[in-house]
């Protein structure tokens, strides 16, 4: 059986703010390792590690969570930001997230790279599309529209952005290269954020796999197909030869972070893509059932993803 972590997406919930609990609870699940999420504050980081119930395999940038100095949580900050201070904070809150990986043992790093611009030219059109989505009106001439307004609206924006994300990459690669700690990029959630499917190749251009690769995430490739962006197979066509690691989980409609098996994601294209990977994570939200969350290991054993 392939080793499968349970990420503190889940421990967002009052019953787990000792994070000692959180250990403790994903070994009784039937879990092999933890990931430190993004949303993961300093001292529950501090007991999952001095409880010592499960290894922690990989970290989340930009985990631990703190606040920056205008008062944003770290994660709000933009490493394709064209504005270079704000580059080089969210840099130096990822480079954090490296030296806590390092401390750990850990060796991957999951990495957000950033969005094109602050997403106010395109996020209300996609929250407008998805809010038609949830109400049944996806079939609506208006629907395409949006789309057909975001689309235009980031291939017009990304250049100077995604070039930014580029730079950021570099180093942060710099600085995890030294612990053997490989990058992994994320797809992400949001149409603006980077990288598309199409600019992983300039983004990781000359970057060795150990360095940096591809992170899939089951749920944001299913969710943009569904909303018509990106094709779910296009994230893994064009990366087949450079996946770092995954974050499983399930969809119904547009909500994702369900538990693997609660919800219609189709995991057969899912099982040839990733079934060659050593281990897994499954990012499940805090309102998901206990016994979905320790169900999940028994229903990626059924299509061949153990």
């Not at 994230?235 to 974050?247: D, F, P, Q, S, V």
């Not at 538990?259 to 499954?282: K, M, Q, R, S």
Request: overall charge negative.
């Amino acid at each position: 059986m392939k080793p499968l972590a349970l990420s503190t997406m889940y421990a967002q919930q009052p019953r787990f703010d000792d994070g000692a609990a959180f250990a403790r609870y994903a070994a009784e699940a039937g879990y092999d390792a933890i990931e430190i999420s993004h949303s993961t504050a300093p001292a529950k980081l501090e007991a999952i590690l001095a409880c010592g119930a499960l290894p922690v395999t990989s970290v989340h940038q930009p985990a631990p969570q703190v606040a920056h100095h205008d008062g944003r949580g770290n994660h709000k900050l933009n490493l394709a930001s064209t504005d270079e201070d704000e580059r080089r904070a969210a840099v130096a809150f990822a480079i954090e997230s490296i030296r806590w990986t390092a401390r750990i043992g850990a060796t991957r790093s999951v990495v957000h790279l950033g969005a094109v611009g602050d997403g106010y030219e395109m996020l209300p059109a996609e929250f407008e599309m998805r809010r038609m989505f949830d109400g049944g009106r996806a079939h609506e001439p208006r629907f395409a529209r949006l789309r057909a307004e975001a689309i235009a609206a980031r291939l017009h924006a990304a250049e100077p952005f995604v070039a930014a994300a580029r730079r950021s990459l570099l180093e942060i690669v710099r600085a995890a290269e030294p612990h053997g700690i490989a990058v992994g990029l994320e797809n992400r959630y949001h149409f603006h954020e980077i990288p598309a499917p199409y600019e992983y190749d300039e983004i990781l251009d000359g970057l060795d796999p150990a360095q940096a690769g591809y992170w899939h995430d089951t749920g944001h490739a299913e969710v943009l197909h569904r909303l018509g962006f990106h094709d779910r197979h296009a994230w893994l066509g064009a990366n087949r030869g450079r996946i770092a690691g995954a974050h499983l989980h399930d969809v119904l409609g547009i909500g994702d972070h369900r538990a693997p098996g609660d919800g219609d994601v189709d995991w057969g294209y899912i099982t040839e893509g990733l079934a060659h990977l050593p281990a897994y994570t499954l990012e499940i939200n805090q309102h998901q059932p206990d016994e979905r969350v320790s169900g999940a290991p028994a229903f990626l054993a059924s299509v061949g993803l153990r």
